[in-house]
């Protein structure tokens, strides 16, 4: 008996194998009716990855009791497989499978590296128990193809932000004012007043022969009565110390400069400002008695009907003898310009002083930092640099040393070489964020590390300086690599609002073309790049960015005659436009195929 009993239990086990494995053979002949279906397809890179979303819809009854049906997706190129997860219809999720068709979505993603190229999505379909202890398993599949690696050619744009120098190198003008006062009603100039205070104070100006651009003489009289009938009497003072000053000008020899200068002569007549202003000066009257002036003042009537009413104060021969003589002047403004150091003197003491031939001394801090900027040598500015750093240790001055290594860096060819400047510049831009966290810094410094290829911090530094106090000229440049990045991180919309604010170079055009081809915005990107190509005729990468914008609007024309020009511009676009998916409907084209001879 219990030989029997193994008999039949190995009967029944075999029994039970044969129904799974023609349950199992069933779900594999009935997967040829699945719907698999790809978006994107081909299968695109964006930021640092390649992400796309699989569905899949089963048969009806397709989905057998207390089976599973795995879908097993891989991405090959070049005989390597890169595996993806895998996806999973378990019956017992779909009870109602011999009704209506199990379906199930789910979103895909792997890392991309430059090494990997095109090649095929592949799915295999597999059927299995529960306990997976069988299964059967479908051809291989192949289900999309890719790689569209069009957003890849951003350009990396590398902004030197130099904070100011803080000098003002345009010509200035120093004021000089010199007053002459006139006895009641007489305009001509009295020898007290040439050999007084303010008649030596002209001639001590006049001696040190300064470079004068304009003299004002404005002529001012008093209110009372007796003046306001000679309506003539404001201009004549002016044009008195305009003769006196002329003549005190052939004293010290510059009649060669007098024609150089600009008189500008004008008398201010039946005028209440002067006097308001000498009230509030003058201590001869009180605080009550200024109210009733400037109450009549500022009330109706003539400027001879105020006069009147004011001659009728009690107070009136105190004003018309201690306030009312300072308004007879003739006001005189000399403008004069400051005197300065020209750029090759700044440039020659500033060479000095890096050689230790001359003391630091010798150029303010100013004058120094703003010397760095008359020279095109980048390791005379770095000593330069150095040497304000020495003179005063400030965020300023370390950012600009920063600044020079990072432009150095973006002329360096070598790889190594060009990193360790990369390096020296990050050092010196956190120095000045130390000292104050600063916009010019944090843009500097995000270039910096993105030449590094350090993107995630890049991303941090231009974001800190996006939030910080920046002029016009910085926020441009700002928005040149918050731009690009933001193409890196496959954020095209940002990147297009970002670029749009930021000069528009050659290469920000270029950059903000590819933004918006990529926003799938087309017909703004084929504005963009003929922009872009506007700026400059030899980019080679805008006009296959063309290229690119017109396969996708199926202009075929357009697509020929830029890709034509841009691998006449770099022959190493000839090979990737022959393998790129963007030009797979054309690729049988003749006109493709003459584009690339």
Same mark, same amino acid.
């Given at each position: 008996?219990?030989?029997?009993?193994?008999?039949?239990?190995? &009967? /029944?086990?075999?029994?039970?194998?044969?129904?799974?494995?023609?349950?199992?053979?069933?779900?594999?002949?009935?997967?040829?009716?699945? *719907?698999?279906?790809?978006?994107?397809?081909?299968?695109?890179?964006?930021?640092?990855?390649?992400?796309?979303?699989?569905?899949?819809?089963?048969?009806?009854?397709?989905?057998?009791?207390?089976?599973?049906?795995?879908?097993?997706?891989?991405?090959?190129?070049?005989?390597?497989?890169?595996?993806?997860?895998?996806?999973?219809?378990?019956?017992?999720?779909?009870?109602?499978?011999?009704?209506?068709?199990?379906?199930?979505?789910?979103? !895909?993603?792997?890392?991309?590296?430059?090494?990997?190229?095109?090649?095929?999505?592949?799915?295999?379909?597999?059927?299995?128990?529960?306990?997976?202890?069988?299964?059967?398993? @479908?051809?291989?599949?192949?289900? #999309?193809?890719?790689?569209?690696?069009?957003?890849?050619?951003?350009?990396?744009?590398?902004?030197?932000?130099?904070?100011?120098?803080?000098?003002?190198?345009?010509? =200035? /003008?120093?004021?000089?004012?010199?007053?002459? $006062?006139?006895?009641?009603?007489?305009?001509?100039?009295? #020898?007290?007043?040439?050999?007084?205070? =303010?008649?030596?104070?002209?001639?001590? !100006?006049?001696?040190?022969?300064?470079?004068?651009?304009?003299?004002?003489?404005?002529?001012?009289?008093?209110? =009372?009565?007796? *003046?306001?009938?000679?309506?003539?009497?404001?201009?004549?003072?002016?044009?008195?110390?305009?003769?006196?000053?002329?003549?005190?000008?052939?004293?010290?020899?510059?009649?060669?400069?007098?024609?150089?200068?600009? $008189?500008? @002569?004008?008398?201010?007549?039946?005028?209440?400002?002067?006097?308001?202003?000498?009230?509030?000066?003058?201590?001869?009257?009180?605080?009550?008695?200024?109210?009733?002036?400037?109450?009549?003042?500022?009330?109706?009537?003539?400027?001879?009907?105020?006069?009147?009413?004011?001659?009728?104060?009690?107070?009136?021969?105190?004003?018309?003898?201690?306030? !009312?003589?300072?308004?007879?002047?003739?006001?005189?403004?000399?403008?004069?310009?400051?005197?300065?150091?020209?750029?090759?003197?700044?440039?020659?003491?500033?060479? &000095?002083?890096?050689?230790?031939?001359?003391?630091?001394?010798?150029?303010?801090?100013? +004058?120094?930092?703003? &010397?760095?900027?008359?020279?095109?040598?980048?390791? /005379?500015?770095?000593?330069?640099?150095?040497? @304000?750093?020495?003179?005063?240790?400030?965020?300023?001055?370390?950012?600009?040393?920063?600044?020079?290594?990072? *432009?150095?860096?973006?002329?360096?060819?070598?790889?190594?070489?060009?990193?360790?400047?990369? +390096?020296?510049?990050?050092?010196? $831009? =956190?120095?000045?964020?130390?000292?104050?966290?600063?916009? !010019?810094?944090?843009?500097?410094?995000?270039?910096?590390?993105?030449?590094?290829?350090?993107? @995630?911090?890049?991303?941090?530094?231009?974001?800190?300086?996006?939030?910080?106090?920046?002029?016009?000229?910085?926020?441009?440049?700002?928005?040149?690599?918050?731009?690009?990045?933001?193409?890196?991180?496959?954020?095209?919309?940002?990147?297009?609002?970002?670029?749009?604010?930021?000069?528009?170079?050659?290469?920000?055009?270029?950059?903000?073309?590819?933004?918006? /081809?990529?926003?799938?915005?087309?017909?703004?990107?084929?504005?963009?790049?003929?922009?872009?190509?506007?700026?400059?005729?030899?980019? &080679?990468?805008?006009?296959?960015?063309?290229?690119?914008?017109? #396969?996708?609007?199926?202009?075929?024309?357009?697509?020929?005659?830029?890709?034509?020009?841009?691998?006449?511009?770099?022959?190493?676009?000839?090979?990737?436009?022959?393998?790129?998916?963007?030009?797979?409907?054309?690729?049988?084209?003749?006109?493709?195929?003459?584009?690339?001879?």
């Amino acid at each position: 008996m219990v030989i029997n009993k193994k008999i039949t239990s190995v &009967a /029944l086990v075999a029994g039970l194998l044969s129904i799974n494995g023609c349950a199992l053979k069933q779900m594999i002949k009935m997967s040829k009716d699945q *719907e698999l279906q790809v978006q994107p397809s081909p299968l695109e890179v964006h930021g640092d990855s390649v992400s796309f979303e699989m569905s899949a819809l089963l048969p009806v009854k397709m989905l057998k009791k207390n089976k599973i049906y795995t879908v097993n997706a891989y991405y090959e190129h070049n005989g390597e497989k890169i595996k993806l997860e895998e996806v999973e219809f378990k019956s017992n999720d779909y009870p109602d499978a011999n009704m209506n068709q199990p379906k199930l979505s789910h979103r !895909y993603s792997f890392g991309y590296d430059p090494e990997i190229g095109n090649g095929d999505l592949i799915v295999v379909g597999t059927a299995s128990n529960m306990a997976k202890s069988r299964s059967k398993s @479908t051809d291989e599949l192949p289900l #999309a193809k890719g790689l569209i690696t069009t957003s890849t050619l951003v350009k990396d744009i590398y902004h030197v932000a130099y904070a100011d120098h803080g000098y003002d190198f345009r010509e =200035e /003008l120093i004021p000089t004012t010199v007053n002459f $006062f006139f006895d009641q009603g007489r305009s001509n100039l009295k #020898a007290s007043e040439i050999s007084g205070e =303010e008649g030596k104070k002209l001639n001590a !100006y006049l001696a040190q022969n300064n470079v004068t651009r304009t003299v004002t003489i404005i002529g001012q009289h008093s209110p =009372e009565g007796s *003046e306001t009938k000679n309506s003539k009497l404001a201009d004549e003072r002016a044009l008195v110390i305009e003769k006196h000053y002329r003549q005190a000008m052939k004293k010290y020899d510059h009649k060669k400069v007098a024609d150089s200068i600009k $008189f500008v @002569t004008k008398g201010v007549v039946m005028d209440w400002a002067g006097l308001k202003k000498e009230l509030e000066k003058t201590s001869a009257i009180n605080d009550d008695q200024k109210a009733q002036v400037l109450e009549i003042i500022d009330g109706k009537g003539s400027f001879a009907d105020k006069q009147k009413e004011i001659e009728k104060l009690s107070f009136y021969k105190t004003l018309l003898n201690k306030v !009312y003589p300072n308004l007879r002047t003739a006001r005189t403004e000399i403008l004069t310009v400051k005197p300065k150091k020209s750029n090759a003197e700044i440039s020659l003491l500033a060479s &000095a002083i890096v050689e230790g031939k001359a003391n630091a001394d010798t150029l303010s801090y100013e +004058e120094l930092a703003y &010397a760095a900027t008359l020279t095109n040598d980048l390791e /005379l500015r770095e000593k330069i640099y150095v040497a @304000t750093i020495k003179k005063k240790d400030s965020w300023d001055s370390h950012n600009n040393l920063g600044a020079v290594y990072l *432009e150095m860096a973006k002329k360096e060819l070598n790889k190594n070489e060009r990193a360790k400047l990369a +390096e020296k510049a990050i050092n010196q $831009f =956190e120095l000045s964020n130390k000292l104050e966290n600063n916009a !010019y810094a944090n843009t500097n410094l995000a270039s910096a590390l993105l030449m590094t290829g350090k993107k @995630t911090e890049g991303v941090q530094a231009i974001n800190k300086a996006a939030t910080q106090k920046a002029d016009n000229e910085l926020k441009k440049g700002i928005a040149a690599v918050q731009g690009t990045l933001e193409i890196k991180e496959a954020k095209y919309k940002n990147a297009v609002q970002n670029l749009s604010k930021a000069n528009e170079t050659a290469e920000v055009l270029y950059n903000l073309a590819l933004a918006s /081809l990529l926003n799938k915005d087309y017909q703004a990107a084929k504005k963009t790049f003929d922009a872009a190509i506007s700026a400059d005729e030899n980019n &080679a990468l805008a006009h296959y960015g063309a290229a690119v914008t017109a #396969a996708r609007l199926n202009d075929e024309a357009s697509l020929t005659s830029n890709l034509k020009k841009a691998v006449k511009l770099d022959e190493k676009l000839n090979e990737r436009a022959v393998t790129d998916m963007e030009f797979a409907d054309f690729a049988n084209s003749q006109n493709f195929k003459n584009a690339l001879k």
